[in-house]
C-alpha cells in the first residue's frame, strides 16, 4: 500500500474518534471477574475505545477483557498497543456491546 493510501486510512480513523464523555473519565475493565481494574479513558469511535492503562496490565494485540463504560458492557480486543514515557500505555480496543443477558455480573 502506498504511503498516500496509510495516510488516508489514518484521516479517516480520526475523523470517526470523538472526545470521552464528560461524565466518563474513567472505565471499568478486566479478563477475569474478580480483578476489576479502573483506567481512564483517552477517546471513543465508532468501533471502540481508547484507554490508558498501568503497563502492569501488560495488554498486548489480540487480547481480549470486558469494559464496562458510560452504563454499557462491551466484549473488547486490544488491536494497538502504544507505550507511554509514564509507565502506562494507550490501549486501543475494538469493542462490541455484550447482549443483556451476557453481562457479567460484578459484585
Not at 79 to 107: I, K, M, W, Y
Request: hydrophobic content about 40%.
Amino acid at each position: 500500500m502506498s504511503t498516500h493510501a496509510y495516510q488516508v486510512l489514518d484521516d479517516l480513523r480520526q475523523s470517526q474518534r470523538f472526545p470521552k464523555e464528560p461524565d466518563a473519565a474513567f472505565a471499568v475493565i478486566w479478563r477475569t471477574v474478580g480483578e476489576e481494574i479502573l483506567v481512564e479513558i483517552y477517546d471513543d469511535s465508532l468501533g471502540g475505545l481508547g484507554v490508558v492503562a498501568d503497563d502492569r496490565l501488560r495488554f498486548a494485540v489480540g487480547d481480549e477483557a470486558t469494559i464496562v463504560y458510560a452504563g454499557c458492557c462491551w466484549h473488547a480486543v486490544a488491536c494497538h498497543v502504544e507505550p507511554r514515557d509514564d509507565g502506562r500505555s494507550l490501549v486501543g480496543f475494538a469493542c462490541d456491546r455484550l447482549p443483556n443477558s451476557e453481562q457479567p455480573t460484578v459484585h
